[in-house]
């Protein structure tokens, strides 16, 4: 596993996160949520990834008590807040950021977290009184750094221009072989400002796997036949997308690699990325994605994946 050092800060991150959207406290059985964990550490992967949303906090519970024993300051631990946790608790208010980050610390069973995130961007808050809030949770040690999800280049310069509060130093856009619309202004900003990239779905929602197949059924136990998993996944399931998708095996055989490894090693191309998030039900699939890391993709292979998929990359996704 290598390492990379996320924007301006002192965290060194595995190129792989573990992430725990739609599967642990949730969609994944406890005995293989804790064989993943360990197996995540086992193959050098130092960050945790989570929200107070995921399963209603069912999510950040499961991972307080499975890091029990495990020396806080061997890993790194992020999670989220904004959507709602009930009828009346949302949003990036200075009231619900100091409720929230109480709530996930003890549901973590810990006293901190080294990354606080923004999970989207605050409408009907004034940017000011979010930022100032989380300077407070900085400065008060619940939270080491900042960080945000999903916000576009104009949120992110008022947030930078704002002062004596702390300053950001991740985003997490989504971004993947087909869902490159960060690179066109996110990164370029983030880049010039000391924030990292921790990017989510680099596998595409799975598609990039390869097991979705062009005019085929969608196999029944699949995130894309789950109605209540699939959301994000749109275009990416047309047969034109598919069937590009199929046209990249011969390069991972090629390579002898995994279609998943192909797509990680892609997304980590970019030195702007630190670090790719996956989500995995078994231990197998995160000793086969922390290999990724080992990957190194040439000029003339990066070059083959953008012939093959350029012509069939959803209008909204591309650069």
Not at 132 to 139: C, F, I, N, S
Request: proline share 4%; charged share 20%.
């Amino acid at each position: 596993m290598k390492y990379r050092k996320l924007g301006n800060s002192d965290l060194n991150a595995s190129e792989i996160i573990l992430g725990s959207w739609l599967t642990y406290g949730g969609g994944v059985e406890r005995q293989n949520a804790e064989a993943c964990i360990h197996k995540a550490f086992d193959v050098g992967i130092n960050f945790i990834d989570t929200a107070n949303v995921y399963a209603r906090g069912a999510a950040e519970s499961l991972l307080g008590e499975v890091l029990q024993g495990i020396d806080r300051a061997s890993y790194i631990l992020a999670t989220k807040v904004y959507f709602p946790m009930s009828d009346v608790d949302r949003g990036l208010s200075a009231a619900q950021i100091h409720k929230q980050i109480d709530a996930s610390l003890q549901r973590l069973k810990t006293d901190y977290v080294d990354l606080y995130q923004c999970h989207r961007y605050d409408t009907e808050t004034p940017l000011e009184e979010t930022m100032e809030a989380l300077t407070e949770v900085v400065r008060q040690g619940k939270a080491r750094y900042i960080g945000f999800s999903e916000w576009n280049p104009s949120q992110i310069q008022a947030a930078l221009d704002l002062p004596n509060v702390e300053k950001f130093v991740s985003s997490q856009p989504q971004y993947s072989m087909l869902w490159r619309k960060p690179e066109a202004e996110v990164f370029p900003l983030c880049a010039a400002n000391g924030i990292g990239q921790i990017v989510w779905s680099p596998l595409a929602q799975g598609v990039l796997t390869g097991k979705y197949l062009p005019g085929q059924p969608l196999p029944k136990d699949s995130r894309a036949a789950n109605d209540q998993m699939n959301g994000f996944m749109g275009d990416l399931l047309s047969d034109r997308v598919l069937t590009a998708v199929q046209d990249l095996k011969s390069i991972a055989e090629e390579l002898n690699i995994s279609m998943a490894q192909l797509a990680l090693a892609w997304v980590l191309r970019d030195q702007r990325v630190t670090s790719a998030i996956i989500g995995a039900s078994r231990p197998e699939q995160v000793v086969d994605n922390a290999a990724a890391s080992e990957v190194t993709l040439s000029e003339s292979e990066l070059q083959e994946i953008d012939r093959i998929l350029q012509p069939a990359l959803p209008q909204s996704a591309a650069r």
